[in-house]
């Protein structure tokens, strides 16, 4: 993106208006999650919370996995639209991550390692998910991590970050195109679980020899690997000697083995 004109290089054909650049502070208003509680308050009530991992894990809040709290009206309720952060992490790469809830509960609340953030603007939620998780916006909040052991986010350094704003035709084009390749990567991803179990089962009842190919009565002939195979063992070329190096062999750690099953 111009960082004169605030205008994408790569558009939607018919778009050709520079996007507004404009503070969070400017958009909206934030809350805190849950005060004043502790461990014998979760896990029963008529109200929910929407747990860290939900909001770290997921760019739009899963409605399924919400906990269980009792209802408390000094609390605040998360509405549809608002956007989540969480404030800690282990590493400064992961702080500051945000979720979108979407969902039409009523009594829900925000977990206390994180905040909410109302907006006081219309926006496109599917683009404002994406956005929120694009690189261009997660190397801003990285910048304002703080620790040694965990990193946290100040609530107001982050309002005082910029986003830039297409209009809402433009953001209604991108929040759906990224929207669809999200649905389709979810599709995929739950079709290459389903064929990984597949192929678990059919490891464990062909190697098992509980099952067989039709034809093949014969029984399997049992064998030491030594006497099928020399054993040898690896190890790392010396990086001092530069003629081990950058040659046609390649060779492999043992975090590169046994990945593939």
């Given at each position: ?149 965990r990193y946290n986010i100040s609530k107001n350094k982050v309002m005082s970050l910029k986003i830039f704003i297409p209009t809402d035709d433009e953001q209604s084009n991108i929040g ?46 049992q064998r030491k690997l030594g006497q099928i195979a020399r054993i040898q063992g690896g190890g790392t070329p010396d990086s001092k000697n530069k003629d081990y190096w950058d040659g ?14």
């Open positions: 993106m111009s960082s004169e004109k605030n205008t994408p290089k790569i558009r939607f054909k018919g778009f050709t208006d520079p996007w507004e650049q404009r503070k969070l502070k400017e958009l909206g208003d934030t809350y805190s999650g849950l005060t004043g509680k502790s461990k014998n308050d979760f896990g029963h009530g008529d109200a929910f919370y929407i747990p860290y991992l939900n909001i770290f894990t997921n760019s739009i809040v899963d409605n399924s996995n919400l906990e269980k709290i009792d209802i408390d009206s000094k609390q605040h309720a998360v509405n549809y639209g608002d956007v989540l952060f969480t404030v800690s992490s282990e590493t400064p790469e992961d702080v500051g991550m945000t979720s979108i809830y979407m969902g039409n509960k009523n009594n829900v609340y925000l977990n206390s390692f994180c905040f909410g953030y109302r907006l006081n603007k219309h926006f496109d939620l599917f683009f404002l998910s994406s956005y929120f998780r694009s690189n261009v916006f997660r190397k801003s909040i990285e910048i304002l991590a703080q620790g040694i052991s759906c195109l990224l929207n669809h390749l999200d649905d389709t990567i979810t599709a995929n991803q739950r079709k290459l679980d389903e064929l990984k179990n597949v192929k678990k089962l059919l490891m464990q009842k062909i190697f098992s020899q509980e099952w067989r190919f039709k034809g093949f009565t014969d029984p399997w002939e046609d062999i390649n060779w492999f750690t043992p975090t590169e083995v046994g990945h593939s099953v």
